[in-house]
């Protein structure tokens, strides 16, 4: 079973910038594709950044464009999501989550039901 720890949540104010760091549990983190998904109280999950397991292919919720960034260090069996010019509205808690034995398309990974293993979660929140 895959383990996913997460960290580098906080509270920040609008404007500043967190990294959250996602490290799994052994060293074949380069065989996963990769994803990052948020959840508001009282809101549903919701997509926010994937990349696949070599980061050939990237994607971006629209709402995030521009001021986040997913990267990937597989020498590190970890995961980022560096976040700048955050906002009120970026405010939740934040799950990275693997795709093990990705075989499909990359696309796929924007999709929360695609996942296999979740993290336990970040909380982020940012005041104004």
């Known amino acids: 079973q895959v383990q996913l720890v997460e960290s580098g949540g906080g509270l920040v104010q609008a404007g500043d910038s967190l990294r959250l760091s996602c490290t799994a549990s052994?060293?074949?983190?380069?065989?996963?594709?990769m994803g990052w998904f948020r959840q508001a109280p009282g809101k549903d999950r919701t997509f926010v950044a994937a990349i696949t397991r070599s980061g050939d292919y990237i994607y971006y919720a629209d709402s995030v464009k521009g001021r986040f960034t997913i990267s990937r260090d597989n020498a590190k069996n970890t995961m980022y999501l560096q976040m700048n010019r955050l906002k009120s509205e970026d405010t939740a808690a934040y799950y990275c989550a693997a795709r093990v034995s990705q075989l499909s398309l990359s696309s796929l990974l924007q999709y929360d039901y695609y996942y296999n293993f979740w993290g336990q979660g970040a909380q982020v929140t940012v005041s104004s």
């Open positions: 052994s060293n074949t983190l380069s065989t996963y594709g």
